[in-house]
Structure formats: C-alpha cells, structure tokens
Antibody
Framework: EGQLVESGGGLVQPGGSLRLSCVVS????????MSWVRQTPGKGLEWVAN????????NYVDSVKGRFIISRDNAKNSLYLQMNSLRGDDTAVYFC???????????WGQGTLVTVSS | DIQMTQSPSSLSASVGDRVTISCRAS??????LGWYQQKPGKAPKRLIY???SLQSGVPSRFSGSGSGTEFTLTISSLQPEDFATYYC?????????FGQGTKLEIK
C-alpha cells in the first residue's frame, strides 16, 4: 500500500491560479495511472482528471477542461494539478489517488482544501 | 456522461441490521464499478471492486452484486464502525462518475 501526500491548497480569489502537488511513496508511480478527485459539500465526490503512466494521455471532466492541467514527474514520484481561472464552484477538498489495475482507487492522499473566494 | 443514481441518500439502521444500497447506471458499464466507504475527514476507502470482489482486508459482511446497470452493496450485519457514507464509482468510461452517496446513520 502506498502513501500519497498532497500540498498546495489554500485560499485564492476567483480568476486566480493554484498548483497542487502530490508526492507518492511506497510504490513506483511510473507504473500507474494517477488521478485527482475532489469533494464538495454540495456535490459529493467528483472525478477531476487522470494521467497515463508516461504522461502521454490525459482525461478531464468537462467542468475543468481548458482550465486545469494534470501533469506528473515520475523522477520525483510526483503528480500535479495546475488550476487556472478558478471559480467558486472549484472550492473543494482535492485528493490525489493511484488508479488501481482492477479499476477505481485503492490508495488516496489525505486531501488538500482549495477555497475560491474574494 | 454516465450518470450514477444511488439510493437511498440516507438510511437509519441499528447494529445487527442488514442493509442494502443501490446504484443504477444510466447505461451499461459491465462490472466496472466499485463501492467506497468514507468517514468524516478521511479519504474514501475501497470495499468492493469489479462490482462483486471483496477488497483484501475488508470484513466479509460487505458484499457487492450486479452487472450492466444495476448494482447493490449489502452489509449483512451492521457493526458500529460501519456508520459512514458510502459511494459507488463507475470507471467504465470517462468521465468517471460517483453516485451521490448514502449516509448510513445509527437509529
């Protein structure tokens, strides 16, 4: 079982940017797809994006397409989420997660809170 | 997008009760579904994968069934530590989607 630790959350004004990071240990991150999932009080859990092992494929939920960019640095065992043009409905706890080969997610981080407010 | 309709949204039950939570997919997803338990302030924990396979380390009172569009999570005999919120997740096609959640409360 791996460990994932997110950082980079905080308070940001609408229209601003923020970059989340997730450092993983206990497994070779380059062997797995990796994802970001967020949770808001009003909408529950929402899958945000994922990225292939070598970074050659990315997928996003429509609500963040064109604003968020997922990336990874396998040499640093790290996953990132660059969030631009932030809106109030992006306010959430953001989790990074390791895609399980059996589907879904077995390993999750503890989450980092992003608050978009003026 | 595939919509996951989870029911009920909340449920009151007693220790020892048998409870069932359902998820319906808006289109067929084979068995590409998992069930997750979440407690306040914690990340979700996977209980069931591939619709009916029990995650290692999860008590056998949890079971999953279904395929295609109809799925069920059953807890055969509720224990105090089972009071939490439960979610289904489909990973058949993008965007992956979660059910709205079922909050299981103590009666």
């Amino acid at each position: 079982e791996g460990q994932l630790v997110e950082s980079g959350g905080g308070l940001v004004q609408p229209g601003g940017s923020l970059r989340l990071s997730c450092v993983v240990s206990g497994f070779i991150s380059s062997k797995y797809w990796m994802s970001w999932v967020r949770q808001t009080p009003g909408k529950g859990l929402e899958w945000v994006a994922n990225i292939k092992q070598d970074g050659s494929e990315e997928n996003y939920v429509d609500s963040v397409k064109g604003r968020f960019i997922i990336s990874r640095d396998n040499a640093k065992n790290s996953l990132y989420l660059q969030m631009n043009s932030l809106r109030g409905d992006d306010t959430a706890v953001y989790f990074c997660a390791r895609d399980s080969k059996s589907g879904g997610y077995l390993d999750w981080g503890q989450g980092t809170l992003v608050t978009v407010s003026s | 997008d595939i919509q996951m309709t989870q029911s009920p949204s909340s449920l009151s039950a007693s220790v020892g009760d048998r409870v069932t939570i359902s998820c319906r997919a808006s289109q067929g997803i084979r068995n590409d579904l998992g069930w997750y338990q979440q407690k306040p302030g914690k990340a979700p924990k996977r209980l069931i994968y591939a619709a009916s396979s029990l995650q290692s380390g999860v008590p056998s009172r949890f079971s999953g069934s279904g395929s295609g569009t109809e799925f069920t999570l059953t807890i055969s005999s509720l224990q105090p530590e089972d009071f939490a919120t439960y979610y289904c997740l489909q990973h058949n096609s993008y965007p992956y989607t979660f059910g709205q959640g079922t909050k299981l409360e103590i009666k």
